[in-house]
Each structure stands twice: as C-alpha cells, then as structure tokens.
C-alpha cells in the first residue's frame, strides 16, 4: 500500500497492541479492508462483510444525513448480516450475541429521529480529561492530589473568566464613538463641569486618548 500522510503503518501488526483507542481503530479501519483484499486465502464473503461493516461505521460518522445515505447505511447493514455467518462456518465464532451488533439495528432510526450520530461519542469527553484531570494531576505534588487538583482547577477558571472579561471590555471600548482631541480641547473650555471632568477622567483610565491630549487632561484635573 502506498504511504500517504495520515496513514499508520503498523510495523509489528495489530496483535501485539495491548491497549486500542479510538484513535487507533480509525488509523487501522483505513487500511483494514486492503490488507484483507491482498492477503492470500480470504474468503470472498470474509471480505464482503468487512466491507460493509466498515462501510457503515463511516457513514454513521457522517455529520448531514440525507435519505441516501441513510438507506446506504442501512443497506451496508443488511449486507453485514446477510453474509456474517461465514466468521461461524469458518470457526472464528460461535455466534453474534453482541450488545454493539444489536445496537446497530437502531442507528438509521435514532439519526432521524435525533439527528445525526457524530455528536454521541466520546471524544469530547476524552479531550476534557486532559485538560481537567491529567494536567490538574502533573501540576500537584502527588499526595492528596484530589484537593489540590481541585484547587487547580479554580484558579484555572477564575483566570479564563478574566481573560473572557478582559475580551468583552475590550471589544466594548473599541465599539464606542469616541470625541477627537478637536472635541475634547472644547470641552476643556468647561473645567468646571463635573460632567465634562468625568468623563475626561473615564477616557484617560482607558487609555483611549493620545498621549499628549491625556497628559493635558490629567494635569488640568489634578489642579
């Protein structure tokens, strides 16, 4: 098989992986089917039901469903079933009372009812383990680690909802129609108003005037 990027080649196989992640699986269903088609003494229904078995595993990672491809789904289905009992007649099983195959049968009617499937798996939840549970674990010193990654875990929030008000309020200041230094030297012909210092004072807190007109407005406040 020619290499291409995001292919694995697995160098020792697959039966010495003690430990398969989802990731993994995926890696080895891209190349799954072509080593069954080039291996020698397969049987032809052997490769028939792994094609159509990895065929539906892909279309029920689909994001948009239409009707076509649900009834493609459900026809890899049908296939999968028509021909799996060549894995019985060879020895390799005695039967396929498994709770996945059964959950299969209600895949197309689940996805029109409840829309497609890609948003159930566990990949999200697989990511937020590292971020809330093995980072929060490498940052403690190993003992009564429970506290201290919780601990972790509240500074951790308290900075990203900083950092989310430090956004907002920038985005705010940068939405305001400002005066000009035109219009604020005229408001300076009014030291008095109270109205007119505040918001002098609000404009130089944010830093939203030039140097030189801020510099002006503070020494005129403070005297």
């Avoid at 020619?2 to 003690?18: A, D, E, T």
């Avoid at 088609?37 to 065929?55: H, M, S, Y």
């Amino acid at each position: 098989m020619n290499r291409y990027p995001g292919l694995r080649h697995f160098k020792k196989g697959i039966s010495l992986v003690s430990q398969w992640t989802g990731a993994e699986h995926k890696q080895m269903q891209r190349v799954f089917v072509t080593l069954l088609a080039g291996a020698p003494n397969v049987d032809d229904r052997v490769l028939t039901v792994v094609r159509a078995l990895t065929d539906f595993i892909y279309y029920a990672q689909f994001q948009l469903h239409t009707s076509e491809t649900l009834d493609a789904m459900q026809s890899c289905l049908n296939t999968f079933h028509l021909h799996k009992g060549v894995f019985i007649e060879l020895g390799l099983r005695e039967d396929f009372n498994i709770p996945k195959f059964h959950a299969m049968q209600h895949y197309t009617n689940a996805i029109r009812t409840l829309g497609s499937a890609d948003g159930y798996n566990t990949e999200f939840s697989e990511r937020l383990h590292i971020d809330y549970a093995k980072e929060g674990y490498q940052a403690s010193n190993k003992r009564d680690y429970v506290e201290q990654m919780a601990l972790w875990l509240q500074r951790q929030e308290a900075i990203d909802f900083h950092a989310a008000y430090l956004d907002w309020t920038h985005n705010k200041v940068e939405s305001l129609l400002l005066p000009t230094d035109g219009d604020l030297k005229m408001m300076l012909n009014h030291p008095k108003s109270w109205m007119m210092k505040a918001l002098i004072l609000m404009m130089t807190s944010l830093c939203i005037t030039s140097p030189n007109t801020a510099h002006t407005l503070t020494f005129l406040l403070l005297a």
